[in-house]
């Protein structure tokens, strides 16, 4: 058996190491640029950027849990799912939890997590021209991917809710199938 | 309970039925994505008949889920001196390992957990995609290290 250094010899537990803001920046900056090179529509660059936050979110829903192994449990129910989502997850990625979490009193099974500044967004200022685009799309993603994979299918959309006087907020809308 | 397979199971030559062999495999949402035979000291290895085996617990594996939340859900089905465990990652992705009736709950639960740590830290590479085949060489390497730990 080889004796190189592999990835599986790092371990998972968790760094000390914060993760520059900046590094962070430049990279999803790039990242978006990149995309809408090839992007044909607004839409399309919401969902590439989706699709991409779908992965990260597998990856860390395995990640969390096997650092947590003899605690974590699976969830046969939506809401404790959501509020994984909303307090666990959101701590890992952001270091705080989602703003808010509420049932929608219109439509069944739609749920909505409500977040002030979204991380994506801090360094990004959108065009006129680009209308609604909402590049939260990828922590919309993101959820999805975690979503998805405990066994809730659902389509998560990262949407702009303007307030006047104030900076627009995001709100992901959760909508679950069935 | 009495399944279909059972009765054609019975009806099997008798050379044929798994003597004290002991197979892993991890199965993803629609197929397997890895398989290990594990040699131990009196066994006979009989091959696809073992999978067969194993693939007829994956239900059995789904209404277990239904009772346990944790990700080791123990022995979930049985085949005469033979026993299926599972454990299932948060991403519902099923290891499950046939074996002898005499091994230790312990040893199974803690090859499960090196198995999952392997699997995250396999998962977490951006090269290697979600429910796909494993065909990485040191992942096989380390979970042949870790059956001759727990299982041998």
């Known amino acids: 058996m080889e004796h190189r250094r592999s990835i599986f010899d790092r371990d998972i537990s968790r760094s000390r190491a914060d993760v520059s803001l900046s590094a962070f920046g430049f990279l999803f900056s790039e990242l978006v640029q990149q995309i809408q090179r090839e992007a044909e529509s607004i839409n399309d660059l919401e969902g590439q950027l989706e699709q991409i936050g779908y992965g990260v979110g597998v990856k860390v829903l395995e990640l969390l849990a096997a650092r947590d192994r003899r605690n974590f449990r699976h969830k046969h129910k939506l809401v404790p799912c959501l509020r994984f989502v909303s307090t666990t997850l959101w701590r890992y990625l952001f270091g705080k939890d989602a703003d808010r979490l509420e049932k929608s009193s219109e439509h069944d099974n739609e749920y909505y997590i409500h977040e002030q500044e979204p991380l994506t967004n801090m360094f990004i200022s959108v065009p006129r021209e680009y209308g609604a685009l909402n590049c939260a799309a990828y922590t919309a993603g993101i959820v999805c991917g975690v979503l998805d994979t405990s066994g809730f299918t659902a389509k998560v959309q990262a949407v702009t809710i303007e307030e006047p006087g104030e900076v627009d907020k995001t709100v992901y809308v959760v909508k679950f199938d069935e | ?152």
């Open chain 2, 1 to 152: 309970h009495r399944r279909p397979n059972d009765e054609a199971f019975a009806q099997l030559p008798h050379r044929l039925i798994p003597v004290l062999a002991t197979m892993f495999l991890i199965v993803g949402r629609s197929e397997p994505l890895y398989e290990l035979e594990i040699p131990t000291v009196s066994t006979a290895s009989a091959g696809s008949l073992d999978q067969f085996v194993l693939h007829s617990a994956l239900d059995l594996v789904e209404t277990a889920m239904q009772q346990h939340t944790g990700l080791f859900l123990r022995t979930v089905d049985s085949f005469g001196d033979l026993l299926v465990s599972a454990y299932v990652t948060p991403t519902h992705v099923k290891f499950l390992l046939l074996h002898e009736r005499s091994r230790s709950e312990d040893a199974i639960r803690s090859f499960f957990g090196d198995v999952q740590e392997l699997y995250v830290k396999l998962a977490m590479n951006p090269f290697c995609v979600y429910d796909t085949p494993i065909v990485s060489k040191g992942f096989d390497d380390r979970v042949r290290l870790l059956a001759s730990k727990y299982l041998a």
